[in-house]
């Protein structure tokens, strides 16, 4: 089955940045339009960030001017730049395909990220 690896979480101050990358298996990734979601426990999974796969992007307010996603097709892998990290940030990030209702993949096991001081 295809799968998707998140990699780069870890525990930052408030004001860090991280880079966090989501490799895809499979040649189908180019096709499809990918963003990063986020969880955090009790609460619904939410997407912050979407690329097409053309490259055009959109943000969640919440992130927008402090997140930057990309893709680099010819690798299979999606990354999110994370910039300015506040504590609200603090969650479990996950790469797929957006809408979810379309993807291949089944979610991976995510990457935290963890915003303290």
């Known amino acids: 089955q295809a799968q998707l690896v998140e990699s780069g979480g870890g525990l930052v101050q408030p004001g860090g940045s991280l880079r966090l990358s989501c490799e895809a298996s499979?040649?189908?990734?180019?096709?499809?339009?990918m963003g990063w979601y986020r969880q955090v426990p009790g609460k619904q999974r939410e997407l912050v960030a979407a690329i097409t796969s053309a490259g055009s992007t959109t943000y969640a307010d919440s992130v927008k001017g402090r997140f930057t996603i990309s893709r680099d097709n010819a690798k299979n892998t999606l990354t999110l730049q994370m910039n300015s990290l506040n504590v609200e940030d603090t969650a479990v990030y996950y790469c797929?395909?957006?809408?979810?209702?379309?993807?291949?993949?089944?979610w991976g096991q995510g990457t935290q990220v963890t915003v303290s001081s």
């Open positions: 499979g040649s189908i990734f180019t096709f499809y339009n």
């Open positions: 797929n395909a957006v809408p979810q209702s379309k993807t291949p993949w089944s």
